[in-house]
Nanobody, 120 residues
Framework: QVRLVESGGGLVQPGGSLRLSCAAS????????MGWYRQAPGKERELVADINSGGSTNLSDSVKGRFTISRDNAKNTVYLQMSSLKPEDTAVYYC??????????????WGTGTLVTVSS
């Protein structure tokens, strides 16, 4: 069994910062890419940022320069540091992990989501 536990969401004022964490646990052989998606009310889920096993990152244009993604492989954890938050960043943020329980069996897992609300 694999579990993804997200934390760090909440209410923040415009211009503020938050850090999201997502820790994977259970029977894990290896982890490939890890990332964050978000879904705002009435909109489709979109990629925010991802990071591969080598540490290369990819960020959406809407968050470049404001968000940073990182990972701690020893802890099977991915982080999303969010700064200069805007009201349009308000969404449910979902962790996404490409995880292998065996060298030939890799599955993409989703977290349950954590709400980020940017409002004064």
């Amino acid at each position: 069994q694999v579990r993804l536990v997200e934390s760090g969401g909440g209410l923040v004022q415009p211009g503020g910062s938050l850090r999201l964490s997502c820790a994977a646990s259970g029977s894990i052989f290896s982890i490939n890419a890890m990332g964050w998606y978000r879904q705002a009310p009435g909109k489709e889920r979109e990629l925010v940022a991802d990071i591969n096993s080598g540490g290369s990152t990819n960020l959406s244009d809407s968050v470049k320069g404001r968000f940073t993604i990182s990972r701690d492989n020893a802890k099977n954890t991915v982080y999303l540091q969010m700064s200069s938050l805007k009201p349009e960043d308000t969404a449910v943020y979902y962790c996404n992990v490409d995880l292998c329980q065996h060298w030939s069996r890799c599955v993409i897992y989703w977290g349950t989501g954590t709400l980020v609300t940017v409002s004064s």
